[in-house]
């Protein structure tokens, strides 16, 4: 398996207060990226990043933000959470653009009360 | 835009069945093909993929699929399935000069012993 966390792994919190979601690779993979997984939508690309600092949006961005300081780790921000955000979340990395792989993480489950 | 349709969202087979779950694509261009699986509580995993050559793609776990590109399909198949093949199967296209995939709906699979 690509070394590949996420933190924390299960996470209940209210509606409103900011909630930040961590990846971490060792695999020194240029790509990142978040999705979101619910029933009946599969996964859907939030934000991805294609190197330190830059990131760009995905199918569902609204709501959400990124950061990525460092190759090893990219940030997703909830700035004001929503029971609409109530998801899993699973990162996911690739070293090259087009036709690689992405591997992904073992995910984060978020409850907005 | 791409999108990605897996008609079956869920099938129940015995044991030793064989397999067959559809997959179509939406994009005129080329295309990267895979086909992912979620055992249940875990993250997702390469089941196999097709960036060209032979279309007909053999996996892990004694999976294929076949790319048509006249049908825009790339539907995966294994002649005799297991309990433990229970999980849940993305198929996922990654077209054009893009790193993103595009998630279908996935299909359940629950086998029976």
């Known amino acids: 398996d690509a070394g590949i966390t996420q933190s924390p792994r299960h996470k209940v919190t209210e509606t409103g207060t900011p909630v930040t979601l961590r990846c971490h690779q060792t695999?020194?993979?240029?790509?990142m990226y978040w999705y979101r997984q619910d029933p009946g939508h599969g996964l859907r690309l939030i934000h991805y990043?294609?190197?330190?600092?830059?990131?760009d949006k995905g199918e569902v961005s609204d709501g959400y933000s990124v950061s990525r300081s460092k190759t090893e780790d990219f940030l997703l921000t909830l700035e004001s959470a929503t029971s609409s955000q109530t998801s899993v979340y699973f990162c996911?990395?690739?070293?090259?653009?087009?036709?690689?792989?992405?591997?992904f993480g073992p995910g984060t489950r978020l409850t907005v009360l | 835009a791409q999108s990605v349709s897996q008609h079956n969202h869920h099938v129940i087979l015995s044991e030793a069945a064989s397999l067959e779950l559809g997959c179509n694509y939406s994009?005129?261009?080329?295309?990267?093909l895979f086909w992912y699986v979620q055992y249940p509580g875990q993250h997702l995993q390469l089941l196999l993929k097709?960036?060209?050559?032979?279309?007909l793609v053999k996996g892990i776990k004694g999976f294929e699929a076949e790319f048509i590109k006249s049908k825009f399909s790339f539907n995966l198949r294994k002649p005799s399935v297991q309990w433990s093949d229970t999980a849940e199967y993305f198929c996922?296209?990654?077209?054009?000069?893009?790193?993103?995939?595009?998630f279908g709906t996935g299909t359940l699979l629950a086998v029976q012993p």
């Open positions: 990043s294609y190197g330190v600092k830059d990131t």
């Open positions: 695999e020194n993979h240029r790509y």
């Open positions: 994009y005129g261009g080329t295309v990267n």
């Open positions: 097709y960036f060209s050559g032979d279309p």
């Open positions: 996922a296209v990654n077209g054009g000069a893009t790193n993103k995939l595009i």
């Open positions: 996911a990395i690739s070293d090259r653009a087009e036709t690689d792989t992405q591997y």
